[in-house]
DNA sequence: TGCTGTTTCAG
DNA sequence: TGAAACAGC
């Protein structure tokens, strides 16, 4: 019997079967040719741990892949899962498993340098075997180059990136591509490879199977969106997605969170502060941090968007790091906020915002060691949006807060965790402080066991205006 | 999705 | 007296 034609997928940041282009496109090629579809997996821990990837979040993928490998199994699939070493040698992995009839590969695209050299090695060695590559734009909603100012630039700021993002979703909506029907044939005759290592399964909490992962997005879309404008500012309710790991990996496409938002929100996605058009607006963000970061690769680099601000001397105090990272630094918010991210991986987003804003503006620490602490912890880390988010916040970035937007950590806290069950979730210590007390509990002393202020707010508020104002008078000098 | 110090004005 | 508006950082 003649060998068949083999279509190989595959999957790196797109572990899902529906709406899957790469998955979609290799089932069409296989149909016309008679083939078959077979799939590959690569674990390239070393990448992972040069960019710090956190260890809950790797297991996620690992534990996600093994579903996705029984989820495939369904579809007549099979996945193989390899235990590679870097992105550096995966052209080589890849080489060495080619199996016989392989004649096409099928991809969604990545955009970070490293990412986009392995694709480039990858497809350079297919092509000296006649196999084609085909990759795909599908990691955003709208892919980058599409969303350009009327002068062909990429933007810069958010608001007309967003209104002409909106355009365009107007115009197209967005498409999903279906989970394909189990193929009638399928292949057996796998090349051996190192089967892929199993994780911690320290994300036990986090389903990973596809089902659970798309009932969770619609029924946010379907009980909670409409609540999101204020919900989602609260840290002790329940009122944010929770699928930025699942987007991260890729068990869910942005696509999809679109398509099932307009089917449950329907206009109300275009009326403004809708809860549902605040949530379509934080997977704008997300499209308009990958762009810039494709637009100016210096971002990976971790280089400032805005130069002058990488002439700041930043003191960083690593006792004071210390006791960010801890969560030990008298003021109550953010500790609480580094507990909940040491202790389950995640963090709301306001949090997020408000310890960004500490760690920078009020212990003067370089912005770079809280985007490194945060990937190290996050189940959700995302290089873009990560990056992105402390370029925000610490002034540096495209379209940042200014720098004198100075967070007052305890005002924060009054307002967004006004009856302190947040903080008093995450610091037991603090567990018999009134709502009152809470937000700053060292009046007239600090309570036995929790931290004294490691900084006083105000004092050092003003010292990085001045620090800031230094490296902006010197722009201005030298333009 | 800012804070702070100051001014203004109704009551 | 305190809310609201405002300007500057």
Same mark, same amino acid.
């Given at each position: 019997?003649?060998?068949?034609?083999?279509?190989?997928?595959? =999957?790196?940041?797109?572990?899902?079967?529906?709406?899957?282009?790469?998955?979609?496109?290799?089932? *069409?090629?296989?149909?016309?040719?008679?083939?078959?579809?077979?799939?590959?997996?690569?674990?390239?821990?070393?990448?992972?741990?040069?960019?710090?990837?956190?260890?809950?979040?790797?297991?996620?993928?690992?534990?996600?892949?093994?579903?996705?490998?029984?989820? /495939?199994?369904?579809?007549?699939?099979?996945?193989?899962? &390899?235990?590679?070493?870097?992105?550096?040698?995966?052209?080589?992995?890849?080489?060495?498993?080619?199996?016989?009839?392989?004649?096409?590969?099928?991809?969604?695209?990545?955009?970070?340098?490293?990412?986009?050299?392995?694709? !480039?090695?990858?497809?350079?060695?297919?092509?000296?075997?006649?196999?084609?590559?085909?990759?795909?734009?599908?990691?955003?909603?709208?892919?980058?180059?599409?969303?350009?100012?009327?002068?062909?630039?990429?933007?810069?700021?958010?608001?007309?990136?967003?209104?002409?993002?909106?355009?365009?979703?107007?115009?197209?909506?967005?498409?999903?591509? +279906?989970?394909?029907?189990?193929?009638?044939?399928?292949?057996?005759?796998?090349?051996?490879?190192?089967?892929?290592?199993?994780?911690?399964?320290?994300?036990?909490?986090?389903?990973?199977?596809?089902?659970?992962?798309?009932?969770?997005?619609?029924?946010?879309?379907?009980?909670?969106?409409?609540?999101?404008?204020?919900?989602?500012?609260?840290?002790?309710?329940?009122?944010?997605?929770?699928?930025?790991?699942?987007?991260?990996?890729?068990?869910?496409?942005?696509?999809?969170?679109?398509?099932?938002?307009?089917?449950?929100?329907?206009?109300?996605?275009?009326?403004?502060?809708?809860?549902?058009?605040?949530?379509?607006?934080?997977?704008?963000?997300?499209?308009?941090?990958?762009?810039?970061?494709?637009?100016?690769?210096? /971002?990976?680099?971790?280089?400032?968007?805005?130069?002058?601000?990488?002439?700041?001397?930043?003191? *960083?105090?690593? +006792?004071?790091? !210390?006791?960010?990272?801890?969560?030990?630094?008298?003021?109550?918010?953010?500790?609480?906020?580094?507990?909940? /991210?040491?202790?389950?991986?995640?963090?709301?987003?306001?949090?997020?915002?408000?310890?960004?804003?500490?760690?920078?503006?009020?212990?003067?620490?370089?912005?770079?060691?809280?985007?490194?602490?945060?990937?190290?912890?996050?189940?959700?880390?995302?290089?873009?949006?990560?990056?992105?988010?402390?370029?925000?916040?610490?002034?540096?970035?495209?379209?940042?807060?200014?720098?004198?937007?100075?967070?007052?950590? &305890?005002?924060?806290?009054?307002? =967004?965790?006004?009856?302190?069950?947040?903080?008093?979730?995450?610091?037991?210590?603090?567990?018999?402080?009134?709502?009152?007390?809470?937000?700053?509990?060292?009046?007239?002393?600090?309570?036995?066991?929790?931290?004294?202020?490691?900084?006083?707010?105000?004092?050092?508020?003003?010292?990085?205006?001045?620090? =800031?104002?230094?490296?902006? *008078?010197?722009?201005?000098?030298?333009?």
């Amino acid at each position: 019997m003649k060998t068949p034609s083999v279509h190989l997928v595959w =999957f790196r940041h797109d572990l899902r079967c529906h709406d899957n282009e790469a998955l979609h496109a290799a089932f *069409n090629a296989a149909a016309a040719d008679n083939g078959v579809v077979i799939a590959v997996f690569i674990a390239t821990a070393k990448s992972w741990q040069q960019h710090h990837m956190a260890a809950i979040r790797q297991d996620l993928l690992r534990r996600r892949v093994k579903a996705l490998e029984s989820e /495939l199994a369904d579809l007549n699939i099979p996945l193989v899962m &390899v235990e590679g070493v870097d992105y550096a040698s995966c052209a080589k992995t890849i080489a060495a498993f080619i199996p016989k009839g392989l004649v096409a590969l099928y991809a969604q695209r990545e955009y970070e340098v490293r990412e986009q050299q392995r694709d !480039e090695q990858v497809s350079a060695l297919l092509q000296q075997q006649q196999i084609d590559c085909h990759w795909f734009d599908r990691l955003c909603i709208m892919p980058p180059g599409s969303v350009l100012t009327q002068q062909g630039d990429v933007y810069k700021v958010f608001t007309p990136f967003k209104r002409n993002w909106l355009a365009k979703y107007a115009e197209q909506g967005v498409h999903c591509f +279906a989970k394909p029907k189990p193929q009638a044939r399928t292949f057996t005759d796998l090349p051996t490879f190192t089967v892929m290592q199993e994780g911690d399964n320290s994300s036990s909490a986090w389903p990973v199977a596809e089902a659970e992962v798309l009932q969770q997005m619609r029924l946010f879309c379907q009980q909670k969106v409409q609540d999101y404008t204020l919900q989602r500012d609260l840290p002790a309710v329940d009122g944010t997605s929770q699928v930025s790991p699942y987007l991260a990996i890729g068990v869910l496409s942005a696509q999809q969170c679109v398509a099932r938002l307009q089917l449950e929100a329907g206009a109300s996605i275009w009326q403004e502060k809708s809860g549902a058009a605040v949530w379509l607006s934080e997977l704008i963000w997300r499209d308009f941090y990958k762009h810039i970061m494709l637009a100016f690769p210096k /971002l990976i680099k971790h280089k400032a968007f805005q130069a002058e601000t990488d002439l700041i001397q930043w003191p *960083n105090n690593a +006792a004071l790091f !210390e006791a960010w990272c801890q969560g030990k630094t008298g003021y109550p918010i953010v500790d609480a906020a580094m507990r909940q /991210l040491n202790q389950t991986g995640w963090m709301h987003n306001r949090l997020r915002m408000i310890t960004a804003s500490f760690l920078v503006k009020d212990l003067h620490i370089d912005w770079r060691w809280g985007e490194q602490y945060f990937m190290s912890k996050l189940i959700d880390g995302d290089f873009a949006a990560n990056n992105g988010g402390w370029q925000w916040a610490a002034s540096t970035g495209t379209d940042a807060a200014p720098y004198f937007r100075i967070f007052n950590p &305890v005002t924060q806290s009054q307002r =967004f965790d006004a009856n302190g069950d947040f903080i008093r979730k995450f610091i037991p210590e603090l567990a018999a402080k009134s709502a009152k007390d809470i937000h700053w509990p060292h009046k007239p002393i600090t309570p036995k066991g929790y931290a004294a202020p490691v900084v006083a707010h105000d004092q050092v508020r003003k010292i990085t205006l001045a620090l =800031f104002s230094a490296v902006k *008078n010197q722009e201005n000098q030298h333009a």
